[in-house]
């Protein structure tokens, strides 16, 4: 069965029922939208802030692929089998984009018999938290341009304007546009452009508050542009606008609780892509967890060169979080195509390309451990097509280079096919937890951090820009030099060429565009020539999605 057909199969539990059967939480403290999802309220979380945390788990994975890695697949399962095996767990996730749903990627709840569920709504519209997110953000664009046709007593430069708008949805020709075109009753036209929801600093705001008055000040503090003259930055609290903003988003903030397959609870919330933000879902879901449960699994988007190195370095270093352990994902399929095989001829047996991909997995592996400090579990999310000879291979080599390896049939088996995961993870977490470090002081300039970044995580031998660039760079690590750096750049590859598998060495990173986010507090560094709204490939999944005439969705992945 596809993954949307076995979601729909699904035995569910009530998610009332199910939150006071686990955890204790009163049907008082939910907020249900339907019978299987439901909103946490602020006021119950704020009761738990005096339990002691949980032990948390990172799950990340190596360089993308067309081949799928299946990292959030991975978490499910080993938080099913977690909880199998006796231990209190639950997994926190991130929301799916409507952009990579009709797109090319497809959803974000799983696969196989390990996923969250009702699979369809969580795909889809879910709680409506990301029309929230998109409707916030593009109330401050219209504001802006409202306080401008009305006199412009801030003095904005509408040529300074930095704050685009924002869909959810892949749309190139919305990149690039001119506004306010048809004459005086549409105010001053001016260029500007959309960038997908999921890179707008509303929702890394929102993933990274923790309460609605840091919500509010937070949106007060965004820099939309600047003025004539001086250029001094114009904040949304000048526009008068972070009230209104958080009005909208007063209900989304609060997390979503949902299930797995195997009816454990579970959080989804917050949805910021990893390679053009800082990719983690949201802080106020993740504490949450930690109260409830006596071990939590989280997610960081793409590989562990981008949503694991931001998990560690904007994450941990702002909400104080401390993992113990991180699973690096990866799949025998994935490896094969980094030592430049073909998609259509990975399920044959191939020795040598799989030893020469190796080298990306073993690049992830020693990031993870040199320079994040975490001991690390390195998950085989398995195939049938994986042949003896390649699961002996591959595990000599991460076993020679001191990793502990797990082959795990979670997708086919569900969390009785992760148990040998689950086990691993949990004696590090009991016996040998990590004690994570940052991989730059916060004292370096914004300059410096890039090049950390792009040196020792990435393998990049040189970093770029050319002279404007440097320049907003220097005029911003004045103001807002101890910020982190949210580097934007391809998730396929260590380089900023997609197209350059394994794990390159020496490249150049040229930095093409800076972004200030000073209310989420990091500055976004752009490589290469990295977009913030993607397109739609040649024949997108949108072409494949359809509902029946009983109202059922098919043809989600």
Known sequence: MSDIEIAQKANKKRIIELANEQYGIGNEHLEPYGHYKAKLSLDYINSLKDREDGKLILTTAISPTPAGEGKTTTTVGLGDAMNRIGKKTIICLREPSLGPCFGMKGGAAGG??????????????????????GAAHNLLSAMIDNHINHGNALDIDPRLITWKRVLDMNDRALR??????????NGFPRENGFDITVASEVMAIFCLA?????????LGRIVIGYTRGERKPVHAADLKANGAMAALLK???????????????????????????????????????????????????????????????????????KPSVVVLVATIRALKFHGGIAKEDLNNENLDALEKGMVNLERHLSNIKEHYGLP????????????????????????????KIVVSKH???????????????VDIVD??????????????????????????????????????????????????GNFPVCMAKTQMSFSTDPATRGAPSGHTVEISEVRLANGAGFMVAIAGNMMTMPGLPK?????????????????LF
Not at 177 to 185: C, D, P, W, Y
Not at 451 to 473: C, D, H, P
């Open 539 to 555: 024949v997108p999944a949108a072409e494949n999605i359809d509902v029946d005439d009983n109202g059922n969705i098919i043809g």
């Open 251 to 321: 209900d989304a903030i609060k997390p979503n609780l949902v299930q797995t397959l195997e009816n454990n609870l579970a959080f989804v919330h917050g949805g910021p892509f990893a390679n053009i933000a800082h990719g983690c879902n949201s802080v106020t879901a993740t504490q949450t967890a930690l109260k409830l449960a006596d071990y939590v699994i989280t997610e960081a988007g793409f590989g562990a060169d981008l949503g694991a190195e931001k998990f560690i370095d904007i994450k941990c270093r702002k909400a104080g979080l």
């Open 376 to 403: 690390c579990v390195v998950c085989i999310n398995h195939f049938t097509f994986d042949t003896d000879a390649e699961i002996k291979l591959l595990t000599e080599k991460v076993e020679s280079l001191g990793g």
């Open 411 to 425: 997708w086919a088996d569900g969390g009785a096919g992760a148990e040998d995961l689950a086990r691993a993870v």
């Open 210 to 218: 923790t309460s609605l008055a840091d919500l509010k000040e937070r």
């Open 431 to 480: 016996n040998n937890p990590g004690q994570h470090k940052f991989v730059y002081d916060e004292n370096l300039s914004l300059w410096e951090k890039i090049e950390t970044v792009a040196k020792k995580i990435y393998g990049a031998g040189e970093v770029t820009a050319n002279a404007k660039v440097r320049a907003e760079i220097e005029q911003l690590n004045r103001n807002y």
């Open 176 to 185: 690039d546009i001119v506004i306010a075109l048809g004459g005086t009753a």
């Open 112 to 133: 196989g018999y390990a996923q969250v569920v009702p699979m369809e709504d969580i795909n889809l519209h879910f709680t409506g938290d990301f029309h929230a997110i």
